[in-house]
Each structure stands twice: as C-alpha cells, then as structure tokens.
C-alpha cells in the first residue's frame, strides 16, 4: 500500500525534487489563473473517475489545490 503522508506548503516546496510529481487537482479557470511550474494539471472530476493515466504510479506525488480540502479527496 502507498504512503500517504500530509504536507504543509513549505514542505511541499521543499519536496520538489526529480523525482517527485506534483499534480494540481484545481479546476482549469484556476490553473489558467497560476500554477506551479513542471505541475500536471488533472482536476478532482478527472482523479475520482480514475483517469490518472499522467501520474507515473512509481514515483511520489505531491498534489496541491487551493485550500487542500481537493487534494485530500484526490489522495
């Protein structure tokens, strides 16, 4: 079973590394409006229906929303 662990902003900043994925699970006005360079955009609608085929499943993922209420639901 993966590792789920919460992180706070600054930890996940620190985190981006090679080998992390950072996917953002906001919806598209809001990634139009900013987003993290190197992210992939996949919103809640498309992580719950199981399209995750952008997500390499052998590296860690980061996922990052507004508020974090998204990206708990995603993870």
């Known amino acids: 079973m993966a590792m789920r662990e919460e ?40 992580v719950m229906s199981g399209r995750v085929d952008d997500i390499d499943p052998g590296r860690p993922v980061v996922l990052v929303c507004r508020s974090g209420n998204r990206s708990e639901l995603a993870a």
């Open 7 to 46: 992180l706070t902003t600054s930890e996940g900043v620190w985190a981006r590394r090679d080998d992390v994925q950072i996917v953002d699970v906001r919806e598209p006005y809001e990634w139009e409006a900013g987003r993290i360079e190197g992210s992939v955009h996949l919103p809640l609608a498309q």
